[in-house]
């Protein structure tokens, strides 16, 4: 653009964003750790958003972010600082930071004259910016890791099938209790722990060999509802919990004026994804196109 706009101004703006804020030491820095940064946690992104998402492969991948977290804080800056001087002398651009201007404030009568430590223009970059946004990061991942363990430590029995086909009697037991217990509310709770410790034990001797998820015990259970009552539905506790677990990637805060009504019909083609797939999209258009010109 600065080379081929005719506007005068254009061509100003281009050549000043080229030259103090892309040729910049600061911003190559910036890009190398912010690729290694989002390639890592895009890879657990990816996953947790996947249909078929196993809450214990989920927590071991959210365990190794945090501890990748926590080591990139601890050496990753001064790796990043010689991939990006190499990159820099590949460009031709200086490897320094750039010296900014101290703007000193005039002292008001009985405030301290000591002057404050001046931090360099590097040491100052790895603390406000490199630092900062690997914190924020791994206390997000924290975050999330926290609510997992939560499910883990309350369903996991349930989603994973190994475990509840190894489990022994008196674990299993115990873990029926406690979601008794985790569903109880003003003294009701939505199943009995007893119950469910009888029906799984049959449960896991009978299940099919087609039968791999959480979703297709469910399926496999829709047939015999009246007889297992209880292990349905703690199963359609479990899958309404994951997809609720789904609205945090539909709402996000850059939709945070979402209509209730928009946010139900985007919920409602997520959790219906098989036949939103094989919708005509041409035929949609033009039945919302008509509709407007009748309205």
């Not at 010689?82 to 200086?94: F, L, P, R, T």
Request: hydrophobic letters at 40%; one cysteine or more; aromatic letters at 10%.
């Amino acid at each position: 653009m600065a080379n081929d706009s005719e506007d005068p101004k254009t061509k100003s703006e281009a050549e000043s964003l080229a030259l103090y804020e892309l040729e910049n030491f600061e911003f190559l820095l910036g890009v190398v750790i912010w690729y290694k940064l989002l390639h890592a946690i895009n890879t657990v992104s990816k996953f947790l958003q996947s249909e078929n998402m196993d809450i214990d492969v989920a927590i071991k991948l959210l365990q190794g972010i945090v501890l990748f977290l926590e080591e990139f804080r601890e050496d990753g800056y001064d790796k990043d600082m010689v991939k990006a001087k190499e990159m820099a002398c590949e460009m031709g651009i200086e490897a320094v930071f750039r010296e900014k201007r101290v703007i000193r404030r005039k002292k008001q009568f009985g405030e301290s004259n000591n002057e404050e430590v001046k931090q360099s223009t590097a040491e100052s970059f790895r603390i406000n910016y490199f630092l900062f946004i690997i914190d924020q990061a791994r206390s997000s991942m924290k975050a999330r890791f926290g609510q997992f363990q939560k499910y883990e430590e309350t369903f996991g029995f349930l989603f994973n099938l190994e475990r509840l086909q190894c489990a022994d009697d008196e674990t299993l037991l115990r873990t029926c209790k406690n979601l008794e217990n985790s569903l109880t509310h003003k003294g009701c709770s939505d199943i009995n722990g007893d119950d469910l410790f009888s029906k799984l034990t049959f449960l896991r001797c009978s299940l099919p060999i087609e039968v791999k998820s959480s979703i297709d015990v469910v399926n496999y259970l829709k047939k015999m509802d009246e007889y297992l009552p209880n292990a349905h539905i703690a199963y359609k506790i479990l899958l309404t919990f994951i997809s609720f677990s789904k609205l945090k990637l539909i709402k996000i805060f850059l939709r945070s004026t979402m209509s209730q009504e928009r946010l139900n019909g985007l919920a409602m083609l997520s959790i219906e994804k098989e036949i939103t797939e094989q919708l005509d999209y041409t035929d949609l258009i033009s039945i919302f196109s008509s509709l407007l010109c009748d309205s």
